[in-house]
């Protein structure tokens, strides 16, 4: 699909990844982007996102605009969490079918896979059982769009893509400690005991648990690349490769901030899913893609960022 000169809705352009996915669009010299605030359309009602269509007129859309935090929100609000994911994927491609939207780019999370999955992850397992508890609402929410994609794609000829990226980090990642993900939160748990002079900091859990990691960069390449390229009812990993045990991970980022402190294991905290790790092999095949940004200078370039913004993040 040529881009160029389409009328493009990025829904969450404004966040952490959307604003990637703005920039990789905009690097490429795609002009017609419009992304849409919630102080003007409420993506959970249908009457702002028909207004947003009628303002509008997209031929593209890339929706990225979600509820979502970690391990503690999860837990704190799961009946928000589903039905805001839910009802913003089912109400938001229905309008696009309406209106003959030429592509809907929907993305997933990683968080839809089974508790208890073979590593690495293959798309085909996605069905194979419930997710791990914590995130469950979230996952399941996540996963409707795929199957409503498919159901649009077998009745109406309808062009919809689903993607599923693995934890994602890099700057401009959300830092607040009550919405954090484990990079984030444990960078700015180490800054603030360093300032402060503080010899320990409190990690949630065991730290035995292994996640996969993808730098925000290249994450918003994959998914230009998808909505130009991809044009199948499967679902699509986006990922790294790289395996690394939580564990591993916070002393990597104690390491790379100079923090000689001693890290405190809260194992009253969940750990969440045993293991995360993607097969990749369907976005090779189809997009020609894989993550470039190693971990460690990815790590270096997201620790920049915080202390470079951390008073405007603070405030």
Not at 59 to 80: Q, R, S, Y
Not at 117 to 124: C, G, H, L, Q, R
Not at 174 to 189: A, G, L, M, N, Q
Not at 209 to 235: G, H, K, N, Q
């Amino acid at each position: 699909m040529d881009l160029q000169g389409k009328r493009i809705v990025v829904t969450g352009g404004a966040g952490f990844l959307g604003s990637h996915v703005v920039e990789e669009l905009e690097s490429r010299g795609y002009s017609h982007i419009t992304v849409p605030r919630s102080d003007q359309y409420d993506l959970r009602d249908p009457d702002d996102i028909q207004s947003l269509f009628d303002d509008e007129s997209p031929d593209v859309v890339i929706h990225l605009a979600g509820t979502v935090g970690g391990i503690g929100v999860m837990d704190e609000k799961p009946g928000e969490i589903f039905y805001d994911n839910a009802i913003m994927g089912i109400e938001l491609l229905e309008a696009a079918r309406r209106a003959d939207v030429e592509k809907f780019v929907s993305i997933g999370s990683v968080c839809a896979y089974p508790k208890h999955t073979s590593v690495p992850f293959d798309e085909e397992s996605l069905w194979d059982g419930y997710p791990e508890e914590t995130h469950a609402p979230y996952g399941i929410a996540k996963k409707l769009p795929l199957v409503q994609s498919q159901a649009y794609r077998q009745q109406y000829g309808f062009d919809g893509i689903y993607l599923l990226p693995v934890n994602l980090y890099g700057p401009r990642d959300d830092f607040d400690p009550e919405t954090s993900h484990v990079i984030p939160s444990i960078i700015r748990k180490v800054d603030e005991a360093m300032r402060r002079g503080n010899d320990t900091i409190t990690a949630w859990g065991t730290g035995e648990p292994t996640r996969e990691f993808l730098y925000v960069e290249d994450a918003a390449e994959a998914i230009v690349e998808a909505t130009i390229s991809y044009d199948e009812p499967l679902p699509m990993n986006l990922g790294s490769s790289e395996e690394i045990s939580i564990r591993e991970l916070v002393n990597m980022i104690i390491d790379t901030m100079g923090f000689d402190g001693e890290i405190v294991w809260d194992r009253s905290k969940p750990d969440g899913q045993p293991r995360r790790c993607l097969d990749v092999s369907r976005a090779r095949e189809h997009l020609n893609w894989e993550a470039a940004t190693e971990f460690d200078d990815g790590l270096s370039e997201t620790i920049e960022w915080y202390r470079d913004n951390r008073i405007d993040l603070i405030e």
